[in-house]
């Protein structure tokens, strides 16, 4: 069984930065591409940014792009989002996910993803 948990999230101004971590265990996580997504009270879950097994392709929402960055590193079996310039409609609980997928694939659609964290709470203040 996989398990994903999520941290780093919190209270912070708008204008600041957060960064949230995934750690992943029971699965070799190198062979999962891996996203993060986020849901806003009264709002479906969505997209926010994926990145392919090896690190080389990412794929960014168009509310987060230049503010946020997506990376990972295969050896510690964990996932970074870094968000900078937060503003309060980042404001949600944010999950990061895994799915089997090889080569540069990065997938933004939920369905495609496998395993699911217990999601972090961001709350950005303005």
């Known amino acids: 069984q996989v398990q994903l948990v999520e941290s780093g999230g919190g209270l912070v101004q708008a204008g600041g930065s957060l960064r949230l971590s995934c750690a992943a265990s029971?699965?070799?996580?190198?062979?999962?591409?891996t996203g993060w997504f986020r849901q806003a009270p009264g709002k479906e879950r969505e997209f926010v940014a994926g990145?392919?097994?090896?690190?080389?392709?990412?794929r960014y929402a168009d509310s987060v792009k230049g503010r946020f960055t997506i990376s990972r590193d295969n050896a510690k079996n964990t996932l970074y989002l870094q968000m900078n310039s937060l503003k309060p409609e980042d404001t949600a609980v944010y999950y990061c996910?895994?799915?089997?997928?090889?080569?540069?694939?990065?997938?933004?659609?939920?369905?495609?993803?496998?395993?699911w964290g217990q999601g972090t709470q961001v709350t950005v203040s303005s």
């Open positions: 990145i392919n097994r090896s690190g080389g392709f990412t």
């Open positions: 029971g699965r070799t996580f190198s062979n999962y591409a």
């Open positions: 996910a895994i799915g089997l997928y090889g080569g540069s694939y990065v997938p933004q659609g939920q369905r495609e993803y496998d395993y």
